[in-house]
């Protein structure tokens, strides 16, 4: 691979198109975003509504309401220190390909194929999990609101079914509306921060009657077991398990360097769009989380809910059923949008993997029509409803699809910080507009150690006994592509892939017009038929 590119702060006042030509990329997707919409689809991925209410019963069994609310705060400043890593490396290589892009070029040259390698399939597997984990919960959520009004009976067949048709709804949005994409994405924004706010300020306003401070804050419940795990291991075991929710609900930001490509004077806006969704989340996410909490009616009958969901439990208790049934239906919409952009995120996460030989290259291939990369899309929309069918079988596999986003997308986000921290000359060297100084190393450490403590935690057994039904199959998956993507580039990957390709030079080598719609493509596919009419005619003259 080529030695990257020395960039200074002076890239900010540089076009987007030749910062891009200088990473080695031609444009290809349509930039047409600002910062607003940029940090919109982080906000919307993150979705703090989608979070909370998906994983609101895992958290009151988890540790109970002390641990949801003073967790939310300490894994709020923990993300921040992982945000604010991830922005000084997006502002200096702001291409589509994210993580994996970045761990190739801070990495040494003799090891960037393989931190671009690991990086890159740890992230597919994230982006996959993230997406699995929003529309299954949005599939849940749809299944159980059926249930207050009507004699519906949810299965988890029927669950999955439902789950079926949000993904082709998202794929098909994604597939034909990539130009109204822009415009969902501030309907989305306008949702989750006027429509969020205005839920939880009805739910405390409406409710007959308020938890405590002490309730709140102070009070620890372990649901995980009979014995808990409170008692067969410790409180704090529950209390690390439990910051999963708050974890996951704030994971997804990478989506703004994802859509650095299609972002303008994206060295600037896409590390600002990922600090501030995180901030912005952050938040609004503790709000929601003392809303609903403050406004429990009884614990026990919020816990044992009819209807299987807390959440959904609370506003019936607060608005009736009538009233419960408006405001869930708003929350799904919220969620639906939520899912929808990461489907957008993950696709163009595996379209820029395609386009540098991470995974097939008939994935790298963008709709001229509709300037999407249609493949992608729907390879996210099956390869998450495959990560979805242990539910079919499993108690805990939603929370198990959590862990797993949760997990990849951090050890994804955390390489790359990673190397920077130990290569900061060469890291210093390249960085862009955003820049964090003195505080770069011990931002990175703390974000470093910080995923390095999740990964962990999130691998461990949530529910007493561990049978096969309450397996938390998180670290079989985890260790599936950890297994797989090592002993592939032992095996083979190492002969063959070089990181990321930098199609400028490839196309000067070709002697191509990148202007020119598919010129380059056309160029690869004459010059590798030319060179097996080449290697047939050399066999035929050895004969």
């Not at 077991?225 to 996951?248: E, H, I, K, T």
């Not at 003392?290 to 969901?309: E, P, V």
Request: glycine share 10%; with cysteine.
């Amino acid at each position: 691979m080529a030695e990257p590119v020395v960039r200074t702060n002076s890239k900010a006042g540089m076009d987007d198109e030749a910062v891009l030509a200088a990473l080695g990329y031609k444009q290809e997707l349509r930039r047409d975003w600002g910062l607003a919409h940029n940090f919109g689809i982080s906000f919307s991925i993150i979705s703090v509504i989608t979070g909370i209410t998906t994983l609101f019963s895992y958290g009151l069994n988890t540790g109970g309401p002390g641990v949801m609310s003073v967790g939310w705060i300490v894994v709020s400043i923990f993300t921040m220190f992982v945000a604010l890593g991830m922005a000084e490396i997006v502002s200096a290589i702001p291409t589509a390909g994210g993580p994996y892009y970045w761990a190739a070029i801070l990495a040494p040259p003799k090891g960037s194929a393989f931190a671009s390698w690991v990086t890159g399939w740890f992230n597919l597997l994230g982006q996959v999990a993230v997406t699995t984990g929003i529309s299954f919960g949005c599939a849940g959520l749809i299944s159980t609101t059926a249930t207050v009004k009507s004699s519906y009976e949810p299965t988890a067949a029927k669950t999955i079914g439902i789950y079926a048709a949000v993904l082709i709804s998202h794929g098909v949005v994604n597939t034909f509306g990539v130009h109204v994409l822009k415009y969902l994405n501030n309907v989305s924004i306008a949702l989750h921060s006027a429509g969020v706010t205005a839920i939880a300020i009805a739910v405390l306003a409406k409710a007959p009657t308020h938890q405590s401070a002490k309730f709140v804050f102070a009070t620890f419940y372990d649901g995980t077991g009979d014995p808990g795990w409170s008692v067969r291991a410790s409180p704090a075991y529950v209390a690390c398990c439990g910051a999963l929710m708050s974890q996951y609900t704030l994971t997804g930001f990478d989506a703004s360097a994802h859509l650095s490509e299609e972002t303008r004077n994206a060295s600037w806006s896409a590390p600002i769009g990922v600090i501030s969704s995180v901030g912005f989340s952050a938040i609004f996410g503790f709000f929601v989380i003392l809303s609903f909490l403050f406004s429990i009616q009884d614990f026990d009958a919020t816990l044992g809910s009819d209807y299987g969901q807390p959440v959904l439990q609370i506003f019936v208790d607060v608005f009736g059923t009538d009233g419960a049934v408006v405001v869930m239906s708003l929350v799904m919409i919220c969620v639906w949008h939520c899912g929808l952009f990461s489907m957008t995120s993950n696709s163009r996460m595996m379209f820029a993997f395609a386009r540098d030989g991470g995974i097939p290259n008939f994935f790298h291939k963008v709709d001229s029509r509709f300037r999407s990369p249609i493949r992608t899309v729907w390879l996210a929309a099956f390869l998450s409803f495959c990560l979805a069918l242990p539910s079919l079988g499993s108690s805990v596999a939603f929370a198990a699809a959590t862990s797993i986003a949760t997990i990849g997308l951090y050890i994804s986000y955390g390489i790359p910080i990673l190397i920077g921290l130990i290569y900061h000359r060469s890291f210093t060297s390249m960085k862009g507009p955003f820049n964090l100084g003195l505080l770069s190393r011990p931002v990175a450490f703390v974000a470093v150690a910080w995923i390095g403590f999740i990964t962990i935690i999130f691998c461990l057994p949530t529910a007493n006994p561990v049978t096969s039904k309450s397996l938390n199959y998180t670290v079989v998956a985890v260790g599936i592509i950890a297994i797989f993507s090592l002993s592939a580039w032992v095996l083979w990957a190492r002969k063959w892939f070089v990181g990321p390709i930098r199609e400028i030079e490839e196309a000067g080598r070709l002697g191509v017009d990148l202007l020119e719609p598919g010129a380059l493509e056309r160029a690869e596919m004459e010059a590798k038929e030319k060179e097996k009419l080449e290697m047939g005619e050399k066999v035929v003259a050895e004969k």
